[in-house]
């Protein structure tokens, strides 16, 4: 089989490294995608929006962000839709979805380390990309955040291909993956202030020769996308009173439990910094957080000082992690994994170009390469999701509404979910897959209503202030299943 033209120039020794990489990257993520993949109201949420917009009702909003009440766009959703289609609407098709492009970006994260550094920085990279515990948690379900790495990489990739080789059609690609980054979670915007930078420095640099016209046209073209992409959220907000304008200007005025604009006021900067380093770094190990963090960031000044070749590049690299870093530190909430999603590729090049350059120098720098590579990939292994037992959320989901369906006897009924962390979405899903007798306890009332208790026996039904058992009135247990840790009530009307 004849290879890509853009492969062939590519030692075969490199390619076959590159292939084992993708194929380890792909099994990890594919390995019981059924077991591992979260299934809980958010992802039952989505499903519910893509099967609606796949029988003729389009989204213009997508999800509501948990901090701020802020709505994003709709792409993910619309990401989601051939993949819930091709799976006959099982939800595994999106988290497939999610794994192949999970995959797809750490293939683009060897591409852009061999071409901005070297084609061993591009390797080691995608290998600790490909075997990275929080890469393959959030590559085994499908979740808005997820994509993000993608297009983040994409940006600057986009950026670089018109700043330093002229192909100023990669601008229209900047401004769509911009957009489609901005939809999976509004922590891209701290994407903005290092490729506006860039941008500018690419502009200065050809205002003055023939490819200005070239340039500012792509550019318009590009930002034109953006807004493009971003028209379906703007004409929500315009039909809706401008409910996510008013969302965005309350988190950023209500600076005491949000932001702080001054980062040199912040007291976060080694909590976001080991926090960074142990999910990207060490694997959640929480060992040595503050010499791994100091190291990275002496072993990157050292090869700032020593390199020529490609210090622009790199600095591209230190302007990606450093703005992204100081983004959140400004953030006075939670840092979770999934927020610096947009810094993931960047975390991963960094370690490939800094163990390759380790590599390629002196015998003893090339021995504490070959040694940190091998103790971090250790601790990779060590700390992987796969050694724990899947949660099988799916299977469950799936199992206990068709013991309710059985239960029912074919009749309409009622349903409510008793949880600490979720709410009934995933269930009604199902439900409405299946085409279940259901009927919402507001539009009106049965004779019988299903009452499912995720947390156990702690859980009494009976009189429970839950809104769907509240509305439904005195009722008495008449039967009860138990399902792993799930509990399954069936109440009848008291009298």
């Keep these: 089989m004849k290879l890509p033209r853009f492969l062939r120039s590519i030692p075969r020794q490199e390619l076959f490294f590159i292939s084992l990489i993708l194929l380890l990257a792909l099994s990890l993520r594919l390995y019981r995608i059924d077991g591992y993949l979260t299934f809980l109201g958010d992802e039952g949420r989505d499903v519910r929006v893509v099967r609606n917009i796949l029988q003729g009702d389009p989204a213009f909003i997508g999800p509501q962000t948990s901090i701020g009440n802020m709505y994003l766009g709709p792409l993910y959703y619309y990401m989601m839709a051939p993949f819930l289609l091709l799976w006959n609407f099982n939800p595994v098709g999106p988290a497939i979805m999610v794994a192949l492009l999970g995959t797809l970006t750490i293939a683009f994260t060897w591409w852009v380390g061999r071409t901005w550094f070297s ?26 955040p997820n994509p993000m790495p993608f297009f983040a990489l994409l940006a600057f990739w986009s950026l670089y291909q018109a700043w330093q080789n002229r192909r100023f059609i990669y601008l229209l690609v900047l401004g769509i993956s911009v957009a489609f ?61 401008f409910p996510n304008y008013q969302a965005f200007t309350t988190f950023f005025t209500n600076r005491q439990t949000t932001i702080n604009l001054n980062p040199l006021n912040s007291d976060r900067f080694l909590l976001v910094l080991n926090k960074l380093t142990d999910d990207l770094v060490m694997a959640t190990s929480h060992s040595y957080l503050t010499l791994a963090s100091v190291t990275l960031i002496v072993l990157s000044l050292f090869y700032l000082i020593r390199t020529s070749k490609d210090k622009k590049n790199f600095l591209t690299l230190l302007l990606w992690v450093a703005t992204g870093y100081l983004g959140l530190v400004v953030y006075k909430q939670h840092v979770y994994a999934h927020y610096f999603g947009f810094l993931f590729p960047a975390y991963y090049l960094l370690l490939g170009v800094l163990l390759s350059r380790l590599i390629s ?32 959320q799916l299977s469950r989901t799936q199992a206990a509404v068709d013991q309710i369906i059985s239960a029912s006897g074919g009749k309409e009924f009622n349903f409510a979910l008793i949880a600490k962390r979720n709410y009934d979405e995933s269930y009604r899903y199902f439900f409405e897959l299946k085409q279940a007798p259901l009927v919402r306890g507001e539009d009106r009332l049965t004779d019988q209503l299903f009452v499912i208790c995720e947390d156990g026996d702690a859980c009494q039904p009976e009189g429970n202030p839950q809104y769907q058992v509240a509305i439904f009135g005195p009722a008495h247990v008449v039967e009860s299943w138990q399902l792993d840790h799930l509990k399954l009530y069936k109440l009848v009307p008291s009298q």
Excluded at 119 to 135: D, E, K, N, Q, R
């Design 119 to 144: 084609p061993l920085a591009g390797l080691i990279a995608a290998f600790f990309f490909s075997i990275s515990p929080v890469a393959i948690i959030y590559s085994k379900s499908s979740w808005n």
């Design 361 to 392: 120098s002196s015998l003893p720098a090339r021995f504490l390469a070959i040694t940190l590579l091998l103790a971090l990939s250790y601790i990779y292994l060590q700390h992987s999701p796969l050694r724990t037992p899947p949660n099988n």
């Design 181 to 241: 980054a901005l939809q999976m979670h509004y922590l891209g915007l701290l994407l903005f202030p290092p490729l506006g930078l860039l941008w500018l420095v690419a502009l200065k640099h050809y205002w003055n020769t023939k490819d200005r016209y070239s340039f500012v046209k792509f550019s318009l073209l590009g930002f034109l996308s953006f807004l493009l992409l971003m028209s379906p959220l703007l004409l929500f907000d315009i039909k809706h009173g």
